[in-house]
Nanobody, 124 residues
Framework: VQLQASGGGLVQAEGSLRLSCAAS????????MGWFRQAPGKEREFVAA????????YYADSVKGRFTISRDNAKNTVYLQMNSLKPEDTAVYYC??????????????????WGQGTQVTVSS
């Protein structure tokens, strides 16, 4: 499966952005999907994940209550709605797919496919 992330940009603190990740392939609806981010000089970290049908989600503590992950299997797309953004949310955001439908996996090494990343910059 191929993943294409989009929707990043420059936003002021407390603003909002919605990221999208479009997937190719007929098996998208069977995959767990996740979002990760990587700030300069830091490791890539888990942000959020969702199970195959969108019924279950999982979040990093740092974004819980501010970010919402969702998916539309008819459109082969997963979303990340980001509200109340903070400067520390600045990073390149990546979407990822996992063949095994376990949405509580936070290790990037457990994901099988990756998008190219989209830059999110939050100014103070």
């Amino acid at each position: 499966v191929q993943l294409q992330a989009s929707g990043g940009g420059l936003v002021q603190a407390e603003g909002s952005l919605r990221l999208s990740c479009a997937a190719s392939g007929r098996t998208f609806s069977s995959y767990a999907m996740g979002w990760f981010r990587q700030a300069p000089g830091k490791e890539r970290e888990f942000v959020a994940a969702i199970n195959w049908n969108g019924g279950s989600t999982y979040y990093a503590d740092s974004v819980k209550g501010r970010f919402t992950i969702s998916r539309d299997n008819a459109k082969n797309t997963v979303y990340l709605q980001m509200n109340s953004l903070k400067p520390e949310d600045t990073a390149v955001y990546y979407c990822a797919a996992r063949r095994v439908n376990s949405y509580t996996v936070t290790s990037r090494y457990e994901y099988d496919y990756w998008g190219q990343g989209t830059q999110v910059t939050v100014s103070s």
